[in-house]
């Protein structure tokens, strides 16, 4: 494909392939501009697929800004509504404020082509478009605007390197000939699994019907067998009362696994991808078509502006990245929800309502009691909310003999800074801890105190395995209960394995000591960084005996320094997660093979721990819920890890992911670890401390209220501000017992005005 160089200044001849909503009108908006656009488009004027259409009043915006005609036209016909409609059991309830608007697909194409035709855009139907070379040759701009199956991307996936990924479910798109009231969603829970209906009106007498459900629920209802009539015959009997007994029909619909496309880039020289050509995102949150225009917008937007056609393409590749990426991973969280939709039906409904209605993490607390204060103030009634001036995230909560005044915990965070490389905390300790414990958290956490000398990440790592060291967290602890009472302390104990004997963090991260190394020890002989580390022995049992002894001691000496809650780090690839995971547990003994095996000796640990920790004060279990690599730790196995501990008396299990293997490939974002310990807490119903890039109130909120966690722990935004928790109480007009400002502090309980106010 040859780069065009023909400058975007004078008129510019322009290929557009594929006639769907965004080619049309990336066409129209290109024509306007006074270039000369060809459209080739292999079906009918009339053929289209699926039925409506959903748009934001953000990309109504856009349209408006750009294009008066197509605006106008659209807004004739839109079918507006405000209300959600969940259906959970039997029961409906409904959420109102979100705003929407519909078209159907059909029409929504006419005024496109009636557009295009009144622009001077020459329109080929039933046309397939000459290959991407060639139109690369004779255009000076090509638009391959030719859907999720894009013969433009395929035939050029050597530059663009698309990534497909399908999910695991199936859906068929259906109507129904008469409009619904709102926007529904409802649950089938049948002899087969349970299926999902997403519906919506378009037009004042016809709907969209989308129904869905996993693989395994589809092949046994032996809908896999049925054709395009039988499907839409069976889906309205399943979802009879919602259809009002109405019959469903199709559009050539046929079941279909949703693939989510990525492109590492979307441009060739002068060819360029658009909408789904280019990515995709999960209907679950109506994003196809808004997407497509919203790049059709970007891309005339870039062309205007920019001098050439390559600085154009990159232009409009720079602007639709972010808002893209960002759109998928909330499309991506939508869908992974629907996946597990079982795993849910057994909340409260109002529980079940608000977390279908945060599943994406698009709809959060505070701007869903924006839209519908009624409802959300009955979902935090049911949470157990101890009135309306109480947010979600201050509300108590009780682990054995200690009562947590509020759902926020001060993560674990090694400092790297013990007293002269001996293990002791010092002066830095108690000031970091004493200054987060003086920010309203509920329970602040230790870094990882380990259980011996050889049992240090790096020098600076803190140990309770000497009496100094026990003193010094005495004196730590007894700053706590007396400078910020009704915070608790929680310790959090380990060992490091394979990861030991490296460097400070600013030094060099998990870079071996360059003098001065202690042995490392592991389930097996394997390395962190295979070339870099070193290379662990492999515990004897007689090293295993040893090892949980000094756990047990560390315990009894965290007991007697008053720590109010213990911790064990079976997580990021230390000494027990080693044990864990089949990446790095290759024993043949008793410890090793199937989970059952690896599991033995985290557990015996747990034990021993527990045995000599006092009855009254909870321990948690911190664990890494997938390694991010093939051959890890499984969903499943990480539902099975908690269920054990839980079993053994763990009173919550804190979910992390990852650092098992240097090589892994996490799927970074918001709150992107939450949806691990969302899975363990509805599986098992066993309190869950959510970890990960959780940084704000409403996200605190918006976990607590769908039931995906118990309590949540904010660690990098508490180093940030130690006060984050008391600042949120205050950003919440929050005076209430669960976040008392110290004394000494309660002048400042107040955002000091800024400037001239």
């Not at 926020?408 to 200054?435: E, I, N, Q, W």
């Not at 809650?565 to 690839?573: D, K, Q, S, V």
């Not at 599991?599 to 991010?628: G, K, N, Q, Y």
Request: glycine share 10%; hydrophobic share 45%.
């Amino acid at each position: 494909m040859a780069a065009g160089t023909a400058r975007v200044g004078s008129a510019l001849r322009v290929a557009v392939v594929g006639g769907g909503p965004g080619g049309l009108y990336a066409a129209a908006l290109l024509a306007r501009q006074g270039h000369t656009v060809e459209v080739w488009e292999r079906n009918a004027p009339e053929d289209t697929f699926g039925f409506g259409v959903v748009l934001s009043d953000e990309t109504l915006g856009g349209i408006e800004a750009a294009d008066t005609v197509v605006y106008a036209a659209l807004g004739a016909e839109f079918v507006r509504w405000d209300d959600i409609d969940i259906v959970h059991r039997g029961r409906l309830l409904t959420s109102g404020g979100h705003g929407f608007a519909a078209i159907g697909r059909r029409r929504l194409l006419e005024i496109l082509h009636e557009r295009c035709a009144g622009l001077g855009v020459k329109l080929r139907f039933r046309t397939g478009a000459p290959a991407a070379a060639l139109l690369a040759a004779s255009y000076d701009l090509v638009v391959a605007a030719d859907g999720v199956h894009s013969a433009t991307r395929q035939s050029g996936a050597a530059h663009f390197r698309p990534t497909l990924t399908s999910g695991h479910c199936r859906y068929i798109w259906l109507a129904a000939d008469f409009a619904l009231d709102a926007f529904r969603f409802e649950i089938a829970e049948t002899e087969h699994g349970v299926m999902q209906l997403h519906a919506y009106p378009y037009s004042a007498d016809a709907s969209t019907v989308i129904v869905e459900m996993h693989e395994k629920v589809w092949r046994a209802a032996g809908l896999d067998l049925c054709d395009e009539d039988e499907s839409a015959a069976r889906c309205a009997k399943i979802f009879a009362e919602a259809l009002r007994g109405r019959p469903l029909h199709g559009n050539r619909s046929a079941w279909t696994e949703f693939r989510t496309v990525v492109n590492e880039r979307w441009s060739h020289g002068n060819v360029v991808l658009l909408g789904d050509a280019a990515h995709t995102a999960h209907f679950s949150i109506g994003s196809g078509t808004k997407l497509a225009v919203e790049d059709a917008l970007a891309l005339a937007e870039a062309v205007a502006a920019q001098p050439d056609v390559p600085a154009a393409l990159a232009a409009y590749e720079a602007a639709r990245r972010p808002a893209v990426a960002s759109t998928q991973r909330a499309a991506a969280a939508s869908m992974r929800w629907f996946e597990e939709l079982a795993g849910y039906v057994d909340q409260p409904a109002r529980q079940f309502a608000f977390n279908l209605l945060t599943r994406s993490r698009r709809v959060t607390h505070d701007n869903l009691r924006l839209r519908d204060e009624r409802f959300t103030r009955a979902v935090e009634r049911d949470f157990g909310c101890p009135d309306e001036d109480t947010p979600p995230m201050f509300t108590p909560l009780k682990l054995r003999g200690l009562t947590l005044r509020n759902r926020v915990v001060v993560s674990p965070m090694d400092m790297y800074s013990a007293r002269d490389g001996d293990g002791t905390p010092g002066d830095f300790h108690l000031v970091h801890l004493g200054a987060r414990a003086l920010g309203g958290a509920a329970l602040v956490m230790t870094e990882m105190v380990c259980v011996s000398a050889e049992g240090r990440i790096t020098p600076g790592c803190t140990g309770l395995y000497t009496a100094e060291q026990a003193a010094a967290w005495t004196r730590i602890a007894d700053f706590v209960r007396t400078s910020a009472p009704g915070t608790a302390l929680g310790v959090q104990l380990g060992h490091s394995g394979p990861k030991g004997s490296t460097r400070l963090m600013w030094e060099g991260m998990d870079d071996p000591l360059p003098e001065g190394n202690w042995p490392v020890v592991a389930a097996s002989e394997t390395p962190y960084r295979p070339g870099v580390s070193a290379v662990p022995r492999t515990l004897t049992a007689q090293d295993l005996a040893s090892i949980r002894s000094d756990f047990a001691a560390a315990a009894v000496r965290a007991a007697g320094c008053g720590f109010d809650l213990l911790e064990l780090h079976c997580a990021h690839g230390y000494l027990l997660s080693g044990f864990l995971s089949p990446l790095t547990n290759h024993r043949t003994d008793a410890y090793g093979g199937p989970l059952e095996n690896r599991l033995r000796f985290p557990l015996e640990v747990f034990d021993a721990v527990r045995a000599v920790w006092p009855d009254d004060r909870p321990m948690t279990v911190r664990i890494s819920a997938t390694d991010w690599a093939p051959g890890g730790t499984s969903a499943q196995d990480a539902v099975d890890i908690a269920a054990a501990f839980a079993a053994h008396g763990a009173d919550a299990i804190d979910v992390s992911t990852g650092q098992v293997v240097a090589d892994e490939a996490p799927e970074y974002g918001r709150s992107y670890q939450t949806p691990y310990a969302d899975r363990i807490r509805n599986a098992l119903g066993v309190p869950v401390i959510a970890v990960g890039a959780i940084s704000s109130w409403d996200d605190v909120n918006s976990l607590l209220l769908a039931g995906r966690a118990d309590l949540c722990a904010v660690g990098r935004p508490h180093l940030y501000d130690p006060h984050w928790t008391l600042h949120a109480a205050a950003d919440q007009s929050y005076a209430g017992p669960a976040a008392p400002w110290p004394a000494p502090y309660r002048a400042g309980s107040r955002k000091p005005p800024a400037g001239r106010g």
